[in-house]
C-alpha cells in the first residue's frame, strides 16, 4: 500500500505529511503564515495564504518521497470562520477561533439580565440540552463570526455562499464539494449530539443562533469519503488525480487516535499552540462552568471530551518572537539550566484569555514572584512550568467531570518533544506522563490512520495498536514534592489576577 497525505492546518500554518500504513513519518514539511492580532479583539488570517503555503509544503513532500499516494487526509484548528463563494475561493479575512469582535452581539444568543459567566440559563438549557455546548459570550466562536459578519463585514457577508470551518474548507478546496460532519461543527453547537443522534441540524437552534441555513454546509457522517481530489488540484501538490480525500477531522479527534489512547477514559494531554486534555467516554455531560463538555466522537456512540486552554506551547513561541529571539531548542535548553520551582517564579499564560477551566477572555498573563536574583533561564523554566500547572488546573476539573480517577496520561503536541517539559507535567499532574513516538507529528499520523479506517484498510484498535511509546515520565522522579507545593500557589493565581484588565 502506499502512503497517506496528511494535512495539519494549525494556527502556525499548514504542516503535511506521508504517513505510511505502519504509522511511519516519511516526509514532513512546514510553512509558516501571518496572523493579524487587533487591540479591538480582531484575530484573523488569510486562507488564500493558506492554500498556497500548503500548496509548497505538499510539493516539498511528494518531491521527496515520490507520488505514490493513496488518499489524502485532513486535520486542524476549528472553531474559526472561512467565508467562501460557491467556487471555495475566500470572500474575506479567516475569522479566528480567538477573535473576539463579536462579543457585543452575543447578548442577544446567550445573555439576559441573570447571567452566570456570560450566559443565561433559560437561553442556555435548550443548547446544553441537545448539544452539550453553547456559542460562548465572548464572540470568538462561528456563531460570533457569523454575527460579526452580518452586522458589521455586510459586503462579506453578501459575497459569502457558505461560512466553513477550516478543515472543511481545505476540503472543498480540494474536491469542489462543501460539507461538514457534526465534528467538524462541534463550536457552532448546531447539531443533536446525543449519544445515537443521525447528523443534522437543529432548526430551533439555528434559528437562536441568528444563522442562514443556506449557508450552513451540507452535513455528512464522520468518517465519509468527501471525494476525489480535483485534477488541477492533484496536479498543483504533485499527487495522482482522483484520489480520495477524507472529510476533515479536528486536531482533538486526530490527538486522540495519534495518541493512541482510544479506550474510554484513556487520557491524552496535547500541547500544541493551544493546549487541551481528553479521552474518549461513554457517557453526555457538559460542565457549563469549567467549560468541559462531550462532543461527537468517531461515530455516534462514543463522544470525546472537549475543553481547551488558549495557550500551550505558543508561551515559547511568545518568548521567542517577542522576548528571547532564541529558537525552540536554546529556550528549552535554557530552561534546563533552572531549578525546578523556578525559585517561586510563577508564570500565568494567559496571553490570549482562557477558555477552560474557566471562561474569561479579558484575563492576562503575569510573571509573578521576579527578583533580582530573576534571570533568563528562570524566566523560560517558569513559562514551561506555568503551562504545566496551568493543565494541573484543568485537570482537577476533568477528572471530576469523568468522575474516574485518570492514570496515566500521554502526551503529544510539539511541547511533548521536550522531556523536560514531558517531565513538568508528570510532576504537575502528579501522574506517569507517557511521551508517544514523534509528538510533533502524532495528530498528521493520526489524520492518516483515520483515513485508513474509513477506507476499510483498518480498524480503529488496530491504528491505535501502532502509536508507541517512547520514554514514560514518573511523578516521583520529576520533582514531584515541588511542583505540588508550586501548584498550591499556582491554583490562587486566578482569583487575584482577574481583576486586572
Known amino acids: ?79 474559526s470562520t472561512v467565508p467562501v463563494d460557491a467556487a471555495g475561493n475566500p470572500v474575506g479575512p479567516v475569522l479566528l477561533w480567538a477573535d473576539t469582535r463579536a462579543r457585543k452581539h452575543m447578548r442577544d444568543v446567550v445573555g439576559g439580565p441573570v447571567s452566570v459567566q456570560g450566559f443565561a440559563p433559560h437561553r442556555v438549557i435548550p443548547w446544553v440540552r441537545l448539544t452539550g455546548g453553547a456559542p460562548t459570550p465572548s464572540g470568538a466562536d462561528p456563531t460570533g463570526h457569523s454575527l460579526l459578519l452580518q452586522r458589521e463585514m455586510p459586503e462579506v457577508y453578501a459575497k459569502a455562499r457558505w461560512l466553513l470551518e477550516p478543515i472543511d474548507y481545505l476540503g472543498m478546496r480540494l474536491t469542489g464539494r462543501a460539507a461538514a460532519t457534526p465534528a467538524s461543527m462541534i463550536l457552532s453547537w448546531l447539531t443533536d449530539n446525543r449519544i445515537g443522534a443521525k447528523p443534522a441540524y437543529v432548526e430551533d437552534l439555528v434559528r437562536r443562533a441568528r444563522r442562514d441555513p443556506g449557508r450552513l454546509p451540507p452535513l455528512v457522517p464522520m468518517g465519509s469519503i468527501l471525494g476525489p481530489v480535483l485534477p488541477e488540484v492533484a496536479d498543483a501538490l504533485g499527487i495522482p488525480a482522483g484520489i480520495p480525500v477524507v472529510c476533515g477531522l479536528p486536531d482533538l479527534h486526530a490527538a486522540i487516535l495519534g495518541s493512541g489512547a482510544i479506550d474510554p477514559f484513556a487520557t491524552h494531554v496535547a500541547v500544541s499552540t493551544t493546549s487541551w486534555i481528553s479521552a474518549r467516554v461513554p457517557f453526555k455531560r457538559t460542565d457549563v462552568l469549567h467549560s468541559i463538555a462531550t462532543v461527537p466522537g468517531f461515530g455516534n456512540r462514543m463522544p470525546v471530551i472537549a475543553n481547551n486552554q488558549e495557550i500551550g506551547g505558543a508561551a515559547l513561541r511568545w518568548l521567542h518572537e517577542q522576548v528571547f529571539d532564541d529558537d525552540y531548542d536554546a529556550l528549552t535548553a535554557e530552561a534546563a539550566t533552572a531549578p525546578a520551582g523556578s525559585e517561586g517564579v510563577l508564570f500565568a499564560p494567559w496571553l490570549n484569555g482562557e477558555r477552560s477551566p474557566v471562561e474569561d477572555k479579558d484575563v492576562r498573563g503575569a510573571f509573578v514572584g521576579l527578583s533580582l536574583r530573576t534571570d533568563r533561564a528562570t524566566m523560560i ?112 493565581l486566578y482569583k487575584r489576577l482577574k481583576h486586572f484588565r
Open 381 to 492: 523554566r517558569a513559562a514551561m512550568e506555568g503551562v504545566a500547572l496551568n493543565s494541573r488546573w484543568l485537570f482537577d476539573a476533568y477528572e471530576k467531570f469523568c468522575r474516574h480517577r485518570i492514570s496515566p496520561v500521554r502526551i503529544l503536541g510539539g511541547g511533548a518533544q521536550s522531556d523536560l517539559w514531558c517531565a513538568m507535567y508528570a510532576g504537575a499532574l502528579d501522574r506517569p506522563i507517557e511521551q508517544v513516538e514523534q509528538p510533533r507529528d502524532a495528530q498528521m499520523v493520526g489524520a492518516a490512520q483515520w483515513a485508513r479506517v474509513c477506507l476499510g484498510e483498518t480498524t480503529l484498535a488496530e491504528a491505535a495498536s501502532r502509536v508507541r511509546v517512547a520514554r514514560v515520565f514518573e511523578p516521583a522522579d520529576c520533582d514531584r514534592e515541588v511542583y505540588q507545593e508550586a501548584y498550591a500557589d499556582y491554583r490562587h
Open 1 to 79: 500500500m502506499g502512503w497517506v497525505l496528511a494535512i495539519d492546518l494549525g494556527n502556525g500554518g499548514p504542516k503535511v505529511a506521508a504517513v505510511d500504513p505502519s504509522g511511519r513519518v516519511l516526509a514532513v514539511a512546514h510553512r509558516p503564515v501571518d496572523v493579524e492580532i487587533g487591540l479591538d479583539g480582531a484575530a484573523t488570517q488569510d486562507a488564500a495564504q493558506w492554500w498556497d503555503r500548503l500548496g509548497e509544503a505538499a510539493r516539498e513532500v511528494t518531491d521527496a518521497v515520490g507520488p505514490s499516494v493513496t488518499a489524502v487526509a485532513i486535520t486542524g484548528q476549528w472553531g
